[in-house]
């Protein structure tokens, strides 16, 4: 599995932006895609999550609500739609996959990583 990230960019407060992330490689079975985001000097944090053919979904309590993961219909990109962005969520963003089911807001269980998109809002 390949991951690409991108759509990352420079916004105001209160603005929004659209992350993508290109899936290619083997894929089949079931799988978990999520985003995650790691601001300078801190670990990577867990953001959403959705289990890739039943599309249910799962957030970080500090993005619900204005944050939207979803996935197109063939498989080929994972989405993360932003709004009511806050300085806060200024951070490097990465996509990740994972095959199994287990831990999935940490990131002990993605084997597969997107090189990561910044997103820089300003107040």
């Known amino acids: 599995v390949q991951l690409q990230a991108s759509g990352g960019g420079s916004v105001q407060a209160g603005g929004s932006l659209r992350l993508s992330c290109a899936v290619s490689?083997?894929?089949?079975?079931?799988?978990?895609m999520g985003w995650f985001r790691q601001a300078p000097g801190n670990e990577r944090q867990f953001v959403a999550h959705?289990?890739?053919?039943?599309?249910?979904?799962y957030y970080a309590d500090s993005v619900k609500g204005r944050f939207t993961i979803s996935r197109d219909n063939a498989g080929n990109t994972l989405y993360l739609q932003m709004n009511s962005l806050k300085p806060e969520d200024t951070a490097i963003y990465y996509c990740?996959?994972?095959?199994?089911?287990?831990?999935?807001?940490?990131?002990?269980?993605?084997?597969?990583w997107g090189q990561g998109t910044l997103v820089t809002v300003s107040s």
């Open positions: 959705i289990a890739w053919r039943s599309g249910d979904t």
């Open positions: 990740a996959a994972t095959y199994t089911r287990a831990a999935l807001t940490t990131t002990r269980p993605y084997d597969y």
């Open positions: 490689g083997r894929t089949g079975g079931y799988y978990t």
